[in-house]
Structure formats: C-alpha cells, structure tokens
C-alpha cells in the first residue's frame, strides 16, 4: 500500500472508533463529560442512558478530530433499528468486545456523506473518497 494509502486507511479508521463512550442498542453509556474529563480525573461517575420504547438520539465524537457520527435508535417493543448517520443501518447488534462493543455495518462510513451523494451504480469515485477525509486529524494532505 502506497504512503497515501496507509494514511487514508487511518483515516477511515479513526471515523469508525469512538472512544471513552459504549453504545448499546438499549444503553449509552460515557465516562467522560462533555468537556472531555476522563472519569476518575472530575467528580463525575459514568451515566447511563437508553431507549425504552420510542427513540433515542445521540451524537459520538470519532477518533478523526472534528468528526463525529450521528446515531439513532428506535424501538419498538422487543424490535429495535439502529441507524448511523441518518441512513446506515446497523446489520449486527452489540457485539461484545474486551474493551467495548462494536456495531457491524454494511458499509464504511464517509464523513458528509448523506443518502444520494454516490454514483448512480452505488460507488463514489476514488477522488472524491479521498476529498471527503483531507483536513481531519491535524495530518497533512493526501
């Protein structure tokens, strides 16, 4: 893989990791608050919230600095659907990890992309894959 390759890939990593922050399908939980105290460091303890039926909405900061994804959560009874930014559904539901949970997606998340901003085939060209991560994470240009 060529240097702007392997920095792209981070890049499209860190938009995938939210740290300090575990989302269920039926929780949230932080141990950090919203001025970025890590638990332990300020006096607040770790908050735990969730849908019980209805909705829920939660936004969550990625490693990519600046970036943060949009994520909702609607349940019906016993039914629930999970969607990331606005039109991405989540296929599998909380799986446990050693240090968190991971939700599996169907397809990789790009900043600013929203539902009709790909090719009429379903694909996003190269250049502009690559256009929608320069400028994150204090890194130079691709």
Known sequence: MSDD???????VLEYHIVVNRTMY???YM???????VEEG??????????PRDGTFHVVL??????????????RWGRFMRVRINGFTGV?????????????VLPELLVPNMGP???DDDGEMSVEEFKARF??????EEL
């Open 5 to 11: 390759g392997v920095k792209l890939l981070k890049k």
């Open 25 to 27: 399908s039926d929780a």
């Open 30 to 36: 932080t141990t950090v608050d919203d001025s970025g």
């Open 41 to 50: 460091e300020g006096e607040r303890e770790a908050e735990v919230k969730g």
């Open 61 to 74: 900061p990625t490693l990519l600095k600046g970036k943060s994804v949009s994520v909702d959560v609607r």
């Open 91 to 103: 296929e599998v539901l909380d799986v446990i990890a050693g240090d968190g949970v991971i939700q």
């Open 116 to 118: 009709g901003e790909v």
């Open 134 to 139: 320069e400028g994150y994470s204090g890194r």
